[in-house]
């Protein structure tokens, strides 16, 4: 795992060549045990990288060279079928330096060009150049589970695996996106192409870069969900057996490690089964890390530590406070724009904790998204089936229990009711798929925008940016589509980014082996109805699958997710600190926000008439970036 940069100036020497060692070393936190650059001789060409060392630990420096130095690689990631690929190479021929994977790209790519991306499987960005073809190929992995962003800058391109190493070059354009920022209130996060600055972009995942000459850069896409093909035609055994198979087999090439490995735990379905999958493969115990809040709604300290009994694992445990908010502006500055998923602290913190003791963390990331295991999956069904029922019913049922449901917060089960009855009344299955992801809908970020900055808007940018992967998936049924909408939106944009952030903060690698491509699309291809059964039948055939590995109450547990207790802790610890931030003149002068909508917003939380928590941190987070990033 590493962080990598660099630059291409097609017509002569790049200006960035003076700040490339700065770049790389806004990088360390990624890479800390060893670093690489190389600088073509036209100076046109740079590349470099910092390393974490899981394979080849003592020979995989960067970057990495073909037998006559005119292919160059650095690259962030891990292939997992690179031995594979490896023996096939050396059968043409091909002569290897390292027992590196980074080295296994560059003589794949001799051999297929741009298309060898569609051979590798595992997580991955890398820049590679050719100088015999004077061309520059960018790419990034399938869910985006490694980062690339990039930026013109003289009719050449700068690139880095973080925004905070552009930001290195005192030239770095800060100019804002102010569609990017409208996103990021809808959505908490700021999805690709975008970033918060106008003339940045991320590089989307499955999506590759090529420059050649002095035309401007292609981007294309190389992979999608198998959205195309028709459903596999298989008995329900058959598809228990073999996605319990494809499963273990994902398991099992991430388990190839030459430093520490171990694994996160929450107590939940996912991380369940990859502990236990780990466990019948693993001659030791498995190391295993839970983290948790002081408050009992919001924990599942409890759910770990029976999964640790069971596979008799080397369990570790740590307790989120409020006092642990004081790592945000770190955060901020790693993450180098808005970003308000609260669940990114605990995050963070098991990243860190899990860090003393191993390198590498197998997780249970993708398992929601591979069989429909969040409420809104369910609460979404339950919508488009009572799709006829008018608005007026819905509304009235919303109206009669609000105020009950924003004091419970929310967790509570009336706030859930209520939101599933604001987001049932539109005709329209994307704006409902919109009602239930987002915290700031388009009325109260009407009230709480300035008119000069609404100015500078487009409607709904949200509801389009949902719309595209939605309709693309239009042959599908209900489930699957709305799966393959959060495959295309939530999942690389927000979770994906969360993980990498709080992992390579702390040089830690994380792995997801339900997010191994082969396995995706082998589930994709199973009919939504065998992973969402009636309301509390979410995950159903994953649970059906690994009934036997799982203790009876954790297969019979509803999603619990990473909850924050915000509401509590903005009344609380985080009063001052909001308060001497976002309600401070210089936040409010930023021309965004009315203060008086802001200061309604906070008062209303304060008085415990309204939980606007997750609305507070969205706030917070983006004067925190303003000031730390």
């Known amino acids: 795992m590493c962080g990598i940069t660099g630059f291409y100036s097609p017509a002569g020497e790049s200006p960035a060549v003076p700040f490339l060692d700065a770049m790389n070393s806004a990088l360390r936190h990624r890479g800390p045990d060893d670093g690489g650059a190389w600088v073509s001789p036209d100076r046109r060409v740079g590349l470099a990288m910092r390393r974490l060392s899981i394979i080849d630990v003592g020979g995989g420096r960067q970057p990495v060279f073909n ?63 050719d100088a015999r073809k004077s061309r520059l190929f960018l790419a990034r992995d399938r869910f985006g589970k490694k980062p690339l962003f990039y930026t013109a800058k003289d009719g050449g391109l700068v690139w880095a695996s973080e925004l905070q190493a552009l930001k290195a070059d005192p030239s770095f354009d ?32 499955g999506h590759i870069l090529v420059a050649e000459g002095s035309g401007p850069p292609r981007v294309e896409r190389y992979w999608d969900l198998p959205i195309d093909k028709v459903p596999l035609s298989l008995s329900l055994s058959d598809a228990k057996t073999e996605l319990r198979r494809r499963l273990t087999e994902a398991v099992r090439l991430r388990m190839v490690s030459e430093v520490p490995l171990g694994a996160f735990l929450s107590g939940g379905v996912d991380s369940s089964v990859i502990v236990g999958l780990m466990s019948q493969m693993s001659e030791k115990p498995v190391k295993t890390f839970s983290i948790g809040f002081d408050r009992e709604e919001f924990t599942e300290l409890p759910h770990a530590r ?13 307790v989120v406070t409020p006092a ?5 502006p770190m955060l901020a500055k790693h993450y180098g724009e808005p970003y308000a998923d609260a669940s990114a602290l605990p995050t963070y913190y098991v990243a860190r904790e899990t860090r003393r003791h191993v390198t590498v963390a197998l997780n249970g990331d993708g398992g929601d998204e591979n069989f429909a295991g969040y409420l809104r999956h369910r609460a979404a069904l339950a919508a488009w089936r009572a799709r006829f029922v008018p608005g007026a019913v819905w509304r009235a049922g919303a109206g009669l229990i609000a105020g009950s449901a ?105 792995r997801s082996p339900l997010l191994d491509h082969e396995f995706v699309e082998f589930v994709f291809r199973l009919p939504g109805a065998w992973k969402l059964k009636g309301w509390t039948g ?34 609380s610890e985080l009063r001052t600190l909001f308060a001497e931030t976002v309600l401070s003149s210089e936040a409010m002068g930023r021309g965004y926000f009315r203060p008086e909508a802001v200061r309604a917003l906070w008062e209303e939380h304060q008085s415990g008439r309204r939980d606007h928590g997750y609305k507070l941190w969205a706030l917070l987070m983006l004067e925190m970036w303003h000031r730390h990033a």
């Open 174 to 205: 800060r100019t804002l996106d102010p569609v990017a920022l409208d996103l990021y209130l809808s959505l908490q996060y700021i999805p690709s192409p975008r970033t918060i600055y106008q003339n940045v972009h991320k590089l989307p995942p």
């Open 538 to 571: 979410g995950k159903w055939i994953f649970k059906e699958a690994f009934k036997d590995l799982l203790p009876p109450s954790i297969a019979r547990r509803g999603k619990m997710g990473f909850g924050v207790p915000l509401g509590p802790w903005f009344r």
């Open 306 to 318: 029976e999964v640790a009994r069971r596979f008799g694992t080397d369990h570790t445990e740590f």
């Open 406 to 510: 924003d004091r419970r917060g929310v967790k509570g089960l009336l706030w859930r009711a209520r939101r599933f009855m604001e987001a049932a009344v539109e005709p329209d299955p994307v704006a409902r798929h919109l009602g239930f992801v987002c915290f700031f809908p388009e009325s109260l970020k009407k009230d709480l925008y300035t008119p000069a900055f609404a100015a500078r808007l487009r409607d709904n940018a949200a509801l389009d940016y949902l719309r595209g992967p939605f309709d693309r998936a239009a042959s599908l049924d209900f489930v699957n589509r709305t799966l393959y909408t959060d495959f295309s939106t939530y999942l690389p944009e927000c979770l994906m980014t969360k993980v990498d952030i709080a992992s390579m903060a702390v040089s830690l690698e994380a």
């Open 67 to 129: 037998e006559d130095g005119s292919v160059a690689i650095v690259f962030n990631g891990e292939i997992y079928n690179f031995q594979d690929l490896r023996r096939e190479l050396e059968a043409k021929g091909h002569r290897f330096a390292t027992r590196s994977d980074t080295e296994t790209i560059v003589h794949l790519y001799e051999e297929e060009g741009v298309d060898c991306v569609r051979r590798l499987r595992g997580m991955f960005a890398f820049a590679l150049w």
């Open 324 to 328: 642990a908010a004081s790592v945000l």
